[in-house]
């Protein structure tokens, strides 16, 4: 058994032990196994972060975008570096596969290239005037101290899709991430160290939610961004909007893949596979409800099952295995109980369900792959709640029209996946699914760093993250009515 790291918070560019209540991280597939251990910071770590974030702040937004990209190439660099053993911890402490686990690493370090690269693009716009001698000009500037406030499935790519644009268009950021799975934190804020970022730009504090209302509750937060859940983030709005605070917020998703008659349907198949279960399902991008197309519903439902009970559960670890255990007992217990729910409100058991209390396979938080279709004609909560977890909700349409008014019929609106061959039916799904991210024959997940990411209608609220779509979050613009400063010139 690998010994605990040490947790500490990263304050003003020193790394100290917190003064808070002992706090530990546990590995879902052996809870028995403590992955990183420390103390909590207390009120008084977040506001000595607070305090180097504002008085790093004028310094960093002066220092010229190329040498602050300088640093976030630095720390691609350490970040790949890592990325094997990194990767591991990320699958002990978290539960992906250790494949994801490190191809999640290397998503960081991309990440942080893409915007490392930033001094090179665009800083800002001019526009004609209508009056001689004169020019429009609208530069950006940073929002201040951002608070950084990350979910647990993703440990260290979305902290990077957050921190990386702030840090490159000149914000400082208190982060706090989940305390369910904190040593990659750890991590990211070890590569930025080791990158030379100056003291008091990044602070990490490794604390209990109600440290995210400390810092959203600062006087000195210019800005907040935040992904997790639907009902953290929206307190978190409302906290924020009353104090005149920028927030941007990712929220849940309940994603609909949608498989039409004329699909390719193995490629179909392979997709809704990955996009429902890999991750364990834990990805806000997630499949979680699946629309067939009546006529290929029978075949198609007989080939997923096939594939899914094949799927191997287990340690994630372990290079044969493909699903690994959800994140905590709390999680398994929740997704049981959506799963029994909706057994009793009438749906069918296709594949998975099972229980693994009895130390089958092994003793950890293990789900296995549930795949349930709904009746026709009744509303269930599994159609509507969030499980966050390895579980496929399936319903069939007679028409393609009918199959997109189901995969509407959420008020989230993260991601959709379309599976169809024909051209028309996917430009029509463009412009009928109300989703912030649509793949067209290809799973619902996955997000490339320099194009925009986010929810409509009620999973995202704010700008979008990602690419450029960044930058309107973290920077705010100064229109510059430009003159020469001579009479009639
Ligand atoms: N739309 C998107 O882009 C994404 C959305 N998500 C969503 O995230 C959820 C899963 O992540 P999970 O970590 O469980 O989400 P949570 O909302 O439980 O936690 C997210 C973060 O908020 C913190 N937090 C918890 N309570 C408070 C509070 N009262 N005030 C301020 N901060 C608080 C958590 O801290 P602590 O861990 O210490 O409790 C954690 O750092 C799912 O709903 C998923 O859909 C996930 C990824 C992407
Ligand atoms: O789709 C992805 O790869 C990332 C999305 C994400 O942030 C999530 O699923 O939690």
């Given at each position: 058994m690998t010994s605990p790291v040490r947790l500490q918070h990263y304050i003003d560019g020193v790394w100290r032990p917190g003064t808070g209540t002992p706090i530990a991280s546990y590995n879902?597939?052996?809870?028995?196994?403590?992955v990183a251990e420390g103390l909590q910071a207390g009120p008084a770590e977040v506001d000595k972060a607070m305090a180097a974030a504002v008085a790093a702040k004028r310094e960093w937004s002066r220092t010229p975008a190329h040498e602050r990209g300088a640093v976030l190439l630095r720390a691609a660099v350490v970040i790949e570096r890592n990325a094997e053993n990194w990767g591991l911890e990320l699958a002990r402490e978290e539960g992906k596969t250790r494949a994801e686990g490190q191809g999640e690493v290397l998503r960081a370090a991309q990440i942080f290239r893409y915007y490392g690269n930033?001094?090179?693009?665009?800083?800002g716009e001019i526009f004609s005037s209508p009056r001689r001698g004169e020019k429009i000009l609208i530069t950006r500037k940073p929002l201040g101290v951002v608070g950084v406030v990350t979910p647990f499935n993703f440990p260290i790519a979305i902290p990077a899709w957050k921190i990386a644009p702030a840090l490159a268009y000149g914000n400082t950021v208190v982060w706090k991430p989940a305390s369910t799975v904190p040593l990659l934190a750890l991590r990211l804020a070890q590569a930025l160290d080791e990158a030379g970022l100056?003291?008091?730009v990044l602070n990490l504090l490794i604390g209990p939610g109600s440290m995210g209302n400390s810092i959203v509750e600062?006087?000195?937060?210019?800005g907040l961004t935040f992904t997790g859940s639907t009902s953290v983030g929206r307190r978190l709005v409302a906290a924020a909007a009353g104090r005149g605070v920028p927030i941007q917020a990712e929220m849940g998703g309940k994603n609909a893949a949608v498989v039409l008659a004329d699909a390719d349907l193995d490629l179909a198949a392979e997709q809704v596979l990955l996009g429902a279960f890999r991750s364990t399902g834990q990805k806000?991008?997630?499949?979680s409800r699946l629309i067939v197309a009546e006529s290929i519903a029978d075949d198609f439902l007989a080939t997923l099952a096939e594939r899914a009970s094949a799927l191997v559960v287990g340690d994630?670890?372990?290079?044969?295995?493909?699903i690994g255990p959800v994140v905590n007992d709390g999680a398994r217990k929740s997704i049981h109980d959506g799963i029994d729910a909706a057994l009793s409100q009438g749906a069918r058991l296709i594949v998975g369900g099972q229980?693994?209390?009895?130390?089958?396979?092994?003793?950890?938080y293990f789900v296995p792959p549930t795949i349930l279709e709904l009746p026709a004609d009744q509303e269930l909560d599994v159609w509507r709640e969030?499980?966050?977890?390895?579980v496929l909700a399936v319903r069939r349409a007679a028409t393609a029209e009918q199959a997109f008014v189901l995969a509407n019929d959420s008020e989230f609106g993260l991601s959709a996946a379309l599976f169809t061959q024909d051209v028309t039916r996917a430009l029509e799904a463009v412009d009928h699914l109300d989703v912030g991210i649509l793949h067209v024959n290809s799973e619902s997940a996955g997000a490339d760093p320099h194009v925009p990411f986010g929810g409509a209608k009620k999973s995202g609220y704010g700008p979008k993250e990602?690419?450029?779509?960044a930058k309107e979050f973290f920077t705010h613009t100064t229109t510059v009515y430009l003159r020469g400063g001579t009479a009639g010139a």
């Open positions: 879902p597939a052996h809870p028995d196994e403590v930033d001094g090179d693009r665009t800083a100056p003291a008091g600062h006087p000195a937060l210019d806000c991008t997630a499949t994630p670890t372990d290079p044969a295995v493909q229980k693994y209390d009895d130390g089958d396979p092994i003793s950890g969030e499980l966050f977890g390895p990602q690419g450029a779509a």
